[in-house]
């Protein structure tokens, strides 16, 4: 075994002392390279053993005297077929255990290669550089004539997860005559703070010759144990005063009675952790997780529990381990006879660590068969220079969040109920630093304990928030507190949604935006109905917040059972007005999912005196449904767009009926509408249609085509050349839009020349190239017109692009500048084969970085052309 790698002499006196894996006794050792045979001699009733091992495998033969035995014709001893292979390689040793008798201990390495197949769990064990051993012997006298395999396996050789695996190990154990060996595991999870420790450990039994349960083993190195600085524990007739926090948890034992190694620092001393193996339990062990903020200047001690334990013992001397220190402790004399007796152990310095074990070494058995002594210690706790301070004290030491700060802060949250309740209560005391460290403590409290706390930052921290402007960017947290407090919720999800709720009914303005998010982000089905009830009360920008937390609420599949409750008629109407169409604008897209959507929808449309605010509305609605395929939602929509007296409520239907394709007709007629606005909402739905792919019916580029050249409204002519740029090009379409580059508006000509850009309308090539050259035209104009050729794949303008791009690395102004990086997107499309030569010297360094990166954009373009 080796020790800890902080501990090099140790490390060489376990390699010494013990073997692991491929690690023998001083007991002589034979390679198999060429065949090997070991004798063993019958001794202290055992029979004599021969041993050959070599590339065609092992041969063991049983002699009941030494004279004449010899492997030859004795039995093949079977190994597993991946073995086979490494038994050329194989090492023999002999061990003499403490009563004389003997065993072979036969070890194959693995090579560092890869193995031909590594498909099994043994392939895998060599592919990992194990060692696969065998302790054979031979069998007593009188039991037989055949060979006796005690243990075989592959040693060295992790399995498991991550941080959970674990080896076996084959251990030799030098005692004062002969040896011990042992056979168990290594654990990952359980170390004596980071030394490797020997667990579940089997001891070949030198009465019966094989493996029993339940041996304990020192696991310490002998050179760090000699090495340890001893102390004496000093015994006190009262109790000391208990600390308020206990540092010390117990996270590993190597045994212990009924698995409860964790009473031995459970703060009652009633209770107690007895170990449990065979023997005086000299090795087992007890590890412990601190807290290195924390300094230990020593250690409580009681042994023995008011009720005793059966078979219970005191430890004589017993070892303190840190990762890098391991003190030596004695108690002063039996303490399982002074039963009211504690012990005290001052350490030399103040420790800070966090791991700590206690190892039993020594103990007082009082003339009891070993088998029955239980070496037992009741509780162990930390001293340290907090002791007698109140939780109270330690919040208030945790203001600066210094050492000494931190040093608290942990104390604190390993007190428990306490230790939080005091940190809620004194966080307002204390400065920024001292309420970082705080809200550490109590993040360690269950969610319902945090919840209230850090519910209440939350609303203390937004009350006076203003609403946000951008309802779809996230809040801003410029406050770390509030952050932090944002998150806590979130980690507890539904376990907050009664607070949060509590806030959206009764917190000030920006409480409630803040806690209406939150609560739909962690609890959308607890949300839905909680921020309907909230919506009457609110007003202006805090209603917009809340419905917004609404829609966010309703778009969760979670929410959906709480959706369908509230849709339903009875419990619908039972909600004012405004908010039933509150919760169907929220549902968006959905509503048409929504079971129950469509009956609520037709209870607010068909209701009779509908005012102007219902109607507008229910449009968005409508939409919805008439997108699922719900026909009187689409009749509804269509007599809004057609014939409803406002002309906002034909605007918003213009504006919701993209969307729906069945009516494509009924806004082509509305861009005839009376109304500009209705117009222009008619026209832009009917662009968006086409940009998305859908078919608008005949007749719809010459109503269009009418707009763009006739309207007396700038912004309604454009859109028109929007419109008619998305869709697919027809030769009326297009004339229109050369015509529209006579318009007098430089927007509505820019508009035009992107439609034909779009069409690739070369029929009308000139008419563009005399928008690109004509320098008393504006400069937008002019750029969109370049832009609009290099869609057309213009070749004969390559020289001028070229020209106009060289121009905008020292220009005479903005025009030329603009012109210049039009040039270049041009030239980048249609990438003429000389585009590197043309370019160069805009990529010099003396060129302006913005035009030298949009040069390098036009070379890696694609080309859009085809030469």
């Known amino acids: 075994m080796t020790g800890s790698e902080l501990h090099p002499a140790a490390r060489r006196a376990g390699c010494a002392a013990l073997l692991l894996g491929a690690l023998s006794s001083t007991s002589a050792i034979a390679s198999a390279q060429s065949g090997v045979s070991l004798a063993l001699p019958h001794a202290a009733g055992q029979q004599a053993l021969a041993v050959r091992i070599d590339a065609r495998g092992i041969t063991a033969r049983a002699c009941p005297t030494a004279a004449a035995c010899a492997a030859d014709g004795g039995a093949a001893v079977a190994v597993p077929d991946d073995v086979a292979p490494l038994l050329g390689g194989a090492r023999a040793a002999a061990i003499t255990l403490a009563d004389g008798k003997r065993l072979a201990m036969i070890e194959a390495p693995a090579p560092g290669a890869a193995p031909a197949s590594s498909e099994s769990r043994r392939a895998s064990a060599v592919t990992s550089g194990g060692t696969w051993v065998m302790l054979l012997a031979a069998p007593l006298a009188g039991k037989g004539a055949a060979p006796v395999v005690l ?197 030399p310095e103040e420790i800070r660590t966090s791991c700590l074990a206690v190892v039993l070494d020594e103990a007082h058995a009082r003339g009891a068969p070993p088998a029955d002594v239980r070496v037992t210690i009741a509780e162990i706790t930390a001293r340290t220079a907090f002791d007698g301070q109140a939780p109270e004290a330690l919040v208030g030491a945790l203001a600066g969040g210094g050492e000494r700060s931190r040093a608290a802060a942990a104390l604190l949250a390993r007190g428990g109920p306490e230790a939080i309740a005091a940190a809620i209560a004194g966080y307002d005391k204390l400065d920024p630093a001292g309420r970082q460290l705080a809200a550490g403590v109590i993040d360690a409290a269950p969610c319902a304990t945090q919840i209230p706390f850090f519910t209440a930052r939350l609303a203390s921290a937004t009350a006076s928030a203003p609403p946000r402007r951008d309802r779809r960017a996230p809040p801003a947290d410029p406050d770390p507190e509030l952050h932090h407090a944002r998150d806590r919720i979130r980690r507890c999800g539904r376990a907050a949604a009664p607070a949060l709720a509590a806030i959206v009914k009764e917190g000030a303005p920006g409480a409630k935006v803040a806690a209406a998010r939150e609560l739909a982000l962690v609890a959308p089905a607890e949300a839905i109905p909680a921020l309907l009830d909230a919506l009457p009360g609110a007003r202006g920008a805090t209603r917009r917040e809340i419905r917004a937390a609404l829609a966010l609420a309703a778009r969760s599949e979670r929410a959906a059972p709480a959706v369908e409750d509230e849709v339903q008629l009875d419990r619908l109407r039972a909600r004012p007005e405004d908010v039933q169409l509150d919760l169907l604008r929220a549902l968006g897209p959905a509503l048409g999912r929504v079971k129950g959507g469509s009956a609520a929808f037709q209870a607010l449309a068909s209701a009779p005196g509908a005012p102007f605010q219902r109607r507008y509305l229910l449009q968005a609605p409508a939409a919805a449904l008439a997108r699922a395929g719900e026909a009187p939602a689409e009749v509804y929509l269509r007599a809004s767009l057609r014939k409803d007296a406002d002309a906002h409520v034909r605007l918003r239907a213009a504006e919701v009926a993209a969307d729906v394709p069945a009516l494509a007709p009924d806004l082509l007629a509305a861009v005839s509408d009376p109304e500009v606005r209705v117009r222009e909402a ?12 859908a078919r608008l019916p005949a007749g719809a580029a010459e109503a269009l085509s009418a707009r763009l050249a006739g309207d007396p409204w700038t912004f309604v002519r454009g859109g028109a050349a929007r419109a008619l740029g998305a869709m697919p090009a027809t030769p009326a379409g ?134």
Not at 682 to 693: K, N
Not at 735 to 760: C, I, K, Q, T, Y
């Open 151 to 347: 243990w075989s396996g592959w040693t060295g050789v992790a399995s498991g997860e991550h941080g959970e695996g674990r080896s076996d190990v084959v251990v030799v154990e030098p005692l004062a005559s002969g040896s011990r060996v042992l056979v168990g595991h290594r654990r990952e999870d359980v170390t004596l703070c980071g030394r490797p420790a020997l667990v579940g450990a089997q001891e070949v039994d030198p009465r019966t010759m094989a493996l029993v349960k339940g041996a304990s083993f020192q696991n310490l190195p002998a050179a760090e144990r000699s090495a340890a600085r001893k102390l004496t524990a000093e015994r006190r007739e009262t109790d000391a005063p208990a600390p308020a926090f206990r540092l010390l948890r117990p996270t590993a034992a190597s045994s212990a009675i009924g698995k409860r190694f964790a009473e031995i620092a459970d703060g009652d001393p009633k209770t107690a952790w007895s170990e449990g193996k065979a023997g005086t339990g000299r090795g087992e062990f007890v590890s412990f997780s601190s807290a290195d903020e924390v300094g230990i200047t020593g250690l409580g001690l009681r042994i023995k529990p008011p009720d005793g334990v059966q078979g219970g013992a005191a430890p004589r001397t017993f070892y303190v381990a840190t990762p890098d220190r391991l003190f030596e402790v004695s108690l002063p004399d039996d303490a399982w006879l002074k039963e009211t007796a504690g012990y005290e152990v001052k350490l």
């Open 734 to 867: 297009d004339r229109a839009l050369v015509g529209a580059l006579a318009d007098r508006s430089p927007e509505v000509r820019g508009d035009a020349l992107d439609g034909l850009g779009a069409h690739r309308a070369t029929a009308h090539i000139e008419a563009v190239r005399d928008r690109a050259e004509d320098k008393a035209e504006d400069v937008e104009v002019r750029a969109r017109a370049i832009l609009a050729l290099g869609a057309m794949c213009d070749r004969s303008s390559v020289d001028l692009w070229t020209r106009l791009a060289l121009r905008a690395k020292a220009p005479l102004g903005e025009r030329d500048q603009r012109l210049g990086t039009a040039a270049l997107a041009a030239l980048g499309a249609v990438h003429p084969a000389d585009l590197p030569a043309r370019l160069e010297p805009l990529l010099d360094k003396d060129t302006p970085h913005g035009l030298r990166e949009t040069a390098r954009a036009a070379l890696s373009a694609a080309p859009q052309c085809r030469r």
């Open 682 to 693: 008619a026209i832009v739905a009917l662009a968006r249609a086409a940009s998305a792919g």
